[in-house]
């Protein structure tokens, strides 16, 4: 089975620019999220969508956003990049059901590395 | 205040030796689950084990294991028998309870650098 896949898997932007990041998730999986991951640090979360809605979103400017289609892909757009922008930005996918913590890992795709000069 | 400390930037480990990695978190939901992924340098992130508020036995997946000691609120990952794939950057998560159905947010910690020798 496809894991998830995102594309590109990298990109090289100027500062100004706008950028699209695009993500398929598993088959059945109905949630998508994600998470912005600058060099050194941990993932930070930035939207979360389930069944087509934004279920959560993250302390990021209105330069970003998101959204996701009935196949349940999503993309993340950022406008106005700037260079602090520049990251490896993640995609995870998970069934989307329940409300136990531990109820949907997140499968996570192999990420978008996002360059901006 | 950090949700997740990981307090050890870089750790090594002799191969078929045993390892731990410290995480600590800071939550007042009594519901929540912590995490533990693996990142190797190919970016992806890899789910490894998970343990929840409420689980009375501490989780084990194969080799990783997880020290759960709730009153410490530490999640300490124990690697066994190290191998030279495990050398990765190693994040712990948590979610809590008031994410909401349908809701999914992870925070996480910073990582640890684990690097196996031959």
């Known amino acids: 089975d496809a894991g998830v896949t995102q594309s590109p898997t990298h990109l090289i932007k100027t500062r100004g620019q706008q950028v699209t990041l695009r993500c398929s998730p598993i088959?059945?999986?109905?949630?998508v999220s994600w998470y912005q991951q600058v060099l050194g640090q941990g993932p930070q979360f930035i939207f979360q969508?389930?069944?087509?809605?934004?279920?959560g979103r993250g302390n990021f400017p209105d330069r970003f956003s998101a959204r996701q289609f009935p196949n349940y892909s999503s993309e993340l757009n950022v406008n106005a990049l700037l260079l602090g922008d520049s990251a490896l930005y993640l995609c995870?996918?998970?069934?989307?059901?329940?409300?136990?913590?531990?109820?949907?890992?997140?499968?996570f795709g192999a990420g978008s590395r996002l360059t901006v000069l | 205040a950090q949700k997740i400390t990981q307090t050890q930037p870089g750790m090594f480990v002799q191969e078929k030796e045993a390892v731990t990695l410290d995480c600590t978190y800071d939550?007042?939901?009594?519901?929540?689950?912590l995490f533990w992924y693996k990142q190797p340098s190919s970016g992806e992130m890899i789910f490894l084990i998970y343990?929840?508020?409420?689980?009375?036995q501490n989780a084990t997946e194969g080799r990783y294991s997880l020290n759960f000691q709730k009153a410490r609120k530490s999640a300490n990952l124990v690697i066994s028998a190290s191998q030279l794939g495990d050398s990765a950057m190693y994040f712990c998560?948590?979610?809590?309870?008031?994410?909401?159905?349908?809701?999914?947010?992870?925070?996480f910690g910073k990582g640890t650098k684990l690097s196996v020798i031959p």
């Open positions: 995870a996918s998970s069934i989307g059901q329940g409300r136990a913590p531990g109820a949907n890992v997140l499968t």
């Open positions: 088959s059945g999986h109905k949630s």
């Open positions: 969508y389930y069944e087509k809605e934004e279920r």
């Open positions: 939550t007042s939901d009594p519901s929540y689950g």
């Open positions: 343990q929840g508020s409420y689980d009375q």
């Open positions: 998560a948590m979610r809590e309870r008031n994410s909401g159905a349908g809701s999914y947010q992870l925070t």
